[in-house]
């Protein structure tokens, strides 16, 4: 079966720009969370959501990064006004289960390059 | 703060042999650890997890060890592969309602020679 896809896998912006990424989870799965990887760094939290609910925002860096999943599947990750400390890995990863979700699925990410 | 830490950034370890990946942790809220597989330009792929109630979970050549009171586990292969060679990251997870974030360690390098 068709595992978590990302797009674009790969992104350049110039700074002061906003860009959209966007995660396709696995069908049914309710849990869905996206991740930062920095260079040579593990993945780091950012926000979680079950179904279209988004319940924890906690680890995103700024006002500037706004995630959405209106129909509790597909997900957007929004940075606006971007600035070179955004370029990174973004990770999208989904889970089955509402709770003791922690065998996430992850997809391949996207690069993001801020010039 | 960093709350998992993988010491070793690269591990080179010959084929056949036993590759340990080693983690450590602060939190004491962790009740849930994990192991991830990334090879380059993929996604962490899952590995193998293990329960803070138990002190071992093996599952074909890859064997978790969680030692609490040291807030330290370890990952071993056996027997190692050139097909193992990849970057791996150790995560955790804080237990409580609701889903769990995992916090992930800066990750080892492990290169398996032929």
């Known amino acids: 079966g068709a595992g978590v896809s990302q797009s674009p896998r790969y992104k350049v912006a110039k700074r002061g720009q906003d860009v959209a990424l966007r995660c396709d989870p696995i069908s049914g799965h309710v849990s869905l969370f996206w991740y930062q990887q920095a260079l040579g760094q593990g993945p780091e939290f950012l926000t979680y959501?079950?179904?279209?609910?988004?319940?924890?925002k906690s680890g995103l860096p700024s006002d500037r990064f706004f995630a959405e999943r209106p129909e509790g599947s597909v997900s957007t990750l929004k940075i606006q006004r971007t600035q070179q400390e955004d370029s990174a890995v973004y990770l999208c990863?989904?889970?089955?289960?509402?709770?003791?979700?922690?065998?996430?699925?992850f997809g391949p990410g996207t690069r993001l390059t801020v010039t | 703060d960093q709350q998992v830490k993988q010491n070793s950034p690269s591990l080179s370890v010959q084929e056949g042999r036993i590759s340990i990946l080693n983690c450590d942790y602060t939190n004491s809220m962790f009740d849930y650890f994990l192991w991830y597989k990334k090879y380059p330009a993929e996604g962490p792929t899952f590995l193998i997890s293990?329960?803070?109630?138990?002190d071992k979970n093996e599952d074909g050549r890859f064997t978790v060890f969680l030692n609490k009171s040291a807030k330290h586990l370890s990952l071993h292969i056996v027997p190692s592969q050139p097909g193992d060679s990849a970057v791996y990251f150790c995560?955790?997870?804080?237990?409580?309602?609701?889903?769990?974030?995992?916090?992930f360690g800066q990750g080892t390098r492990l290169t398996i020679n032929p």
């Open positions: 293990i329960s803070s109630i138990k």
């Open positions: 990863a989904s889970s089955l289960r509402e709770t003791n979700s922690y065998e996430q699925y």
């Open positions: 995560a955790a997870s804080a237990g409580g309602a609701g889903a769990q974030k995992l916090v």
């Open positions: 959501f079950q179904n279209e609910a988004q319940l924890d």
